[in-house]
């Protein structure tokens, strides 16, 4: 048992990734928690400490939560994950433990866990636009409208790899170079950038020509989402 363990321990992240995608095996997947359990208990003490959150039972949730999704759908992250630079699932796995802090606060402060769409992120401002208790029914519909309305336009309009690109960047966070170091069937870093900017265009003529309403003062389209910080 304990040559198993040496001959983990001695694997490249790569090779433990590899053996993780097809494996249940303890020994492997206790050598993977050894390796990534501090990166990702960091990665979600900092988003709950913004949430002003520090009970270690949250904290402690939300890494099993991480794991979960690391393992989820026959370990699909970790078989579709392709490196393309020597950090780069210790970056993806940042991203993902983050996100999976910040989408439960969000879920929690709206008041429906799990929902996905009861907060509006803009993206320009980093500023979670989170209805007040008198409105937050309507605007939750309204918000939910709105994303609605932005998926239909990218299903009628582009493919389901540049569709996932998108919600990828805009909903979950991850960076261009995040992407293409995820899936080895996305595109390079400019490959996804260049994606991202069609994508914008894109809504931008849907917005112009009304396929995209917008109905309240307080739910907007992001102008990321249209613009972003590389276009002039």
């Known amino acids: 048992m304990r040559h198993r363990k040496m001959q ?115 993206m320009d401002t980093a500023e979670c636009i989170v209805p007040d208790e008198h409105t937050a029914g309507a605007k939750q519909i309204e918000t939910e409208i709105l994303m609605q309305q932005i998926d239909r336009v990218l299903l009628e309009n582009c493919s389901a790899r540049d569709r996932d690109i998108f919600w990828r960047h805009y909903r979950h966070g991850f960076t261009a170079e995040e992407i293409a170091a995820i899936f080895s069937y996305y595109p390079d870093t400019k490959g996804v950038e260049s994606v991202l900017h069609r994508l914008r265009v894109l809504l931008a003529k849907a917005l112009a020509q009304g396929q995209i309403r917008p109905d309240s003062e307080g739910i907007s389209v992001p102008k990321s989402f249209i613009k972003g910080e590389g276009d002039r």
Request: proline fraction near 2%; charge should be positive.
């Open 8 to 122: 983990y321990s001695s694997l490249t992240t790569e090779e433990l990734i590899e053996v993780c995608s097809y494996s249940e095996e303890p020994d492997a997947w206790q050598e993977f928690v050894r390796r990534f359990h501090k990166l990702i208990a960091s990665a979600i003490v900092r988003v709950a400490y913004s949430w002003s959150e520090r009970r270690n039972t949250v904290i402690e949730d939300l890494v099993q939560d991480t794991y979960v999704k690391v393992c989820a759908d026959n370990r699909r992250l970790l078989r579709q994950f392709k490196s393309r630079h020597p950090d780069a699932f210790y970056g993806m796995l940042k991203v993902t433990a983050g996100n999976v802090a910040r989408d439960y606060f969000r879920a929690k402060d709206s008041g429906k866990r799990g929902s996905g769409l009861a907060a509006l992120v803009d």
